[in-house]
């Protein structure tokens, strides 16, 4: 058997040195990182890299809403905000160890695409990684891939 079961901890699953922003990158900065990566949301974290926030492709569409005189905002004052006006203080995060069976669970109930990956340093939450639900599905199929071929049931990979 190559692969662990499904009580794999997070750490063996997640990306490592996820890729981030800071809270002083612009929303046209954002948006080329969206394109470029194909991302649903960046960490936001500072020098340090202590997770200071979330940003997702939902709070820049949230910029191009109509006030109520229903004008929609410049396009130039939007490419110039900055990522601390929208972010989302309040993060779900993980810990290395945490079990990913726990982690899918939590997920499909808070249904989030991914979930950030920290370790208390100084009582500070640094990001460590980040976590994608295909990340958790690989790991799963390769864990009943594995149990399938050992009990005889199964014959080849489905892929």
Do not use: C, W, Y
């Not at 982690?103 to 249904?111: K, P, S």
């Amino acid at each position: 058997m190559n692969h662990a079961p499904p009580t794999t901890p997070v750490h063996e699953v997640m990306t490592q040195a996820p890729i981030s922003v800071t809270p002083d990158t612009t929303v046209g900065e954002l948006l080329a990182l969206f394109d470029r990566h194909d991302f649903s949301a960046f960490p936001v974290t500072d020098r340090e890299g202590v997770l200071r926030g979330i940003v997702a492709k939902l709070d820049v569409l949230r910029l191009f809403r109509p006030d109520e005189r229903f004008r929609i905002p410049e396009f130039a004052t939007i490419a110039s905000t900055s990522v601390r006006d929208m972010m989302r203080p309040g993060v779900i995060t993980l810990e290395p160890g945490d079990s990913i069976v726990g982690v899918g669970d939590l997920m499909v109930e808070t249904r989030l695409r991914s979930l950030p990956v920290v370790e208390r340093r100084s009582g500070l939450p640094v990001l460590v990684g980040i976590v994608s639900q295909g990340d958790l599905l690989r790991r799963l199929r390769f864990a009943i891939v594995d149990e399938l071929q050992a009990s005889g049931r199964g014959s080849h990979e489905t892929g």
